[in-house]
């Protein structure tokens, strides 16, 4: 088969590549100048244009595209950044150690990674530029020429110049999405408060609602579920005012306005002064602490959206259920479920349990979906306080629907204590409990409603620790009430 470019596809590089790619050009390009003026100069040999060309005015392309061919792969640039290590040093002795350029390869190759990986980073490219020192100086007979006409100088000198500034070109354009990822926050963090607002206003309503239906102890149970959600919108929102109050953004201005002050006589600064030494160091560490605030502002405004749909979604689910009233509704018992979970998604979350969901193809059935989510929360309460002692990942229900010819059923197991065989036959009676603190109503309330409904409730259990099975039946084709 033959092979065709078109089957080639090309990614988006990663970011370290993109953001490498022209300052590597640059750099490159104005090692090229140098090293083209020293080779007319001392008159070395043509032959250095043939390893000059292909590495530094076509390798960085080839980078690039390899990047790209290898989409959101950092190994790929870091590889190309080694590389670089390695044939810089293997460079620095083929012109003989000239002292300007080495030194601009040196601070090229300590900036670069130190950026990238700090400390740990820099410690294993010195010793690759170490090798390719010593291997070059073995090609070259360790021939030093450590000066250069003044015109070559000034322009090794500029090259080092541009490079540092090129870098803290990017330091600035992260410091200014930055900027704007706190401008964006700060709107989430006002749609926020706004729909917290609403929140309270439908919690006040829910509440009227629910007393108006005689289902207090409902409302209160999704208020909490709500609150609970509420607690992790406020550790994110905590989070991101700390990362914000304590940016680097700031100091970052204060050293670029440093570097404008001394732009003049940059190379000066940079070289002499205490503080332009200083300055350096800080470039040298600043992106680290930069990645760290992106990374935080970034995965806690993602937790944020997150909680505040989940909000909205238990609010929608209340608010429908709200708007119920007795009345025999045509639904399907998975979409009541569905309902009931999302009301209940804090306290599920909060205990750690595990929802598993079995449902098989059933018929609507008529019913009052205000007493079956009642019912459902009261299982889900009673399934929960059964495995309360349990580790979390043997805190398992699982809500199942089937039928036959003639009813449509519901089931809810868990894998808790299980219920003894002397009690099995009590647990619907009125008043009857095994809790210290219960009243004996919930699960007389929950058979109560299926007998209005013209249904009814059920459990089995092998014994204690072996879980309980509650089952709910629903004829086909109730009749209205």
């Not at 099995?424 to 009857?432: S, T």
Request: hydrophobic share 45%.
């Amino acid at each position: 088969m033959l092979f065709s470019f078109k089957e080639i596809k090309l990614g988006k590089a990663h970011r370290l590549a993109r953001s490498n790619y022209v300052p590597r050009i640059i750099g490159f390009i104005f090692s090229f100048l140098v090293i083209l003026l020293l080779v007319f100069e001392r008159g070395w040999s043509y032959w250095y244009f043939a390893f000059m060309i292909p590495y530094f005015l076509v390798y960085p392309h080839f980078v690039l595209l390899a990047s790209k061919l290898a989409p959101d792969k950092k190994s790929i640039e870091i590889g190309a950044m080694m590389f670089d290590v390695f044939i810089l040093g293997v460079w620095m002795a083929n012109i003989h150690f000239f002292m300007w350029m080495a030194f601009a390869f040196l601070a090229s190759t300590v900036l670069n990674h130190t950026m990238v990986g700090g400390y740990r980073q820099l410690l294993k490219a010195l010793p690759l530029f170490i090798a390719g020192a010593v291997i070059g100086g073995f090609m070259t007979n360790f021939r030093l020429e450590l000066e250069a006409p003044h015109y070559i100088e000034f322009m090794a000198m500029a090259a080092l110049v541009i490079y540092i500034v090129g870098a803290a070109g990017i330091f600035y354009k992260q410091a200014r999405r930055l900027a704007e990822i706190r401008v964006e926050l700060e709107d989430k963090n006002q749609e926020l408060n706004d729909t917290i607002q609403k929140l309270h206003h439908t919690q006040d309503e829910l509440v009227e609602k629910a007393h108006k239906a005689g289902m207090a102890e409902l409302a209160t149970g999704i208020l909490h579920n709500v609150g609970n959600v509420l607690n992790s919108v406020n550790i994110s929102t905590d989070i991101l005012r700390e990362t914000v109050l304590n940016s680097k953004l700031e100091k970052f201005k204060s050293a670029n306005k440093l570097l404008k002050e001394h732009e003049d006589n940059l190379e000066e600064f940079i070289l002499n002064n205490p503080k332009g030494k200083s300055l350096l160091k800080y470039y040298l560490k600043l992106e680290e602490s930069l990645d760290k605030e992106y990374n935080t502002l970034k995965e806690q405004t993602s937790r944020l959206v997150d909680k505040v749909q989940l909000i909205k979604e238990v609010i929608d689910s209340q608010q429908s259920y709200a708007k119920v009233g007795l009345i025999n509704e045509e639904m399907r018992l998975e979409d009541i479920v569905n309902d009931t979970l999302k009301m209940q998604s804090g306290s599920i979350e909060r205990h750690g349990l595990h929802i598993e969901k079995d449902f098989n193809d059933t018929e609507s059935v008529s019913v009052q979906k205000s007493k079956v989510i009642h019912i459902l929360i009261n299982l889900f309460k009673n399934a929960k306080e059964s495995m309360e002692e349990f580790p979390s990942e043997k805190k398992k229900i699982t809500i199942s629907t089937w039928q036959d010819t003639e009813k449509v059923f519901l089931s809810v197991s868990d894998t808790g204590e299980g219920i003894p065989d002397n009690e099995i036959n009590k647990v619907f009676n009125h008043g009857f409990t095994t809790k210290e603190k219960g009243h004996g109503y919930g699960l007389h309330t929950c058979a109560n409603y299926m007998t209005e409904m013209g249904g009814n409730i059920s459990v089995v259990s092998e014994g204690k620790g072996e879980g309980a099975t509650f089952i709910l039946a629903f004829p086909k084709g109730i009749e209205d009430s």
